[in-house]
């Protein structure tokens, strides 16, 4: 495995603490509450998860158009697979918080894929899969949690 820099790992893995934020909130209710109170309702448990699913697989379509448009600007497979995660969510991620997580557990997991192929085609650095898994699992396992709790 390649080192990951830094601040991507740092920032990489502070992007993991509103998921980790969601499932505490589901865990204690008084932190829910609190939550609740001071900056809303859909910054806390499941409405917390799955907006900031949706957030984190836009960012990450945008992430993979930019890999392409730097490294294979004529890929027409490339392109289509970066959109692929936020049309995801548009058209997936909705109706029952059951079915809204089970769809971004889904599209985190068909996004290590993508990013595993533009690895691949050389167009990642060569840390991106290593923080890419790390990411991945934390984001599978807080969403999981959040199903599981109810």
Do not use: E, K
């Amino acid at each position: 495995m390649t080192r990951v820099p830094r601040p991507a790992l740092y920032l990489g893995l502070a992007g993991l603490l509103p998921f980790i934020w969601g499932v505490a909130t589901l865990l204690l209710p008084p932190l829910a509450d609190a939550t609740h109170s001071l900056i809303g309702a859909r910054f806390a448990g499941h409405s917390g998860l799955v907006s900031y699913g949706v957030v984190i697989l836009c960012f990450m379509s945008g992430v993979l158009w930019g890999f392409v448009a730097r490294g294979r600007p004529n890929s027409w497979t490339g392109y289509a697979l970066s959109v692929g995660p936020a049309l995801w969510a548009f058209f997936f991620v909705g109706g029952s918080v059951t079915q809204s997580l089970n769809a971004l557990i889904t599209g985190f997991v068909v996004l290590l894929v993508i990013d595993f192929q533009f690895s691949l085609w050389g167009l990642t650095p060569r840390w991106w899969m290593t923080l890419r898994v790390i990411l991945t699992a934390g984001v599978v396992a807080c969403l999981a949690l959040g199903l599981w709790l109810g």
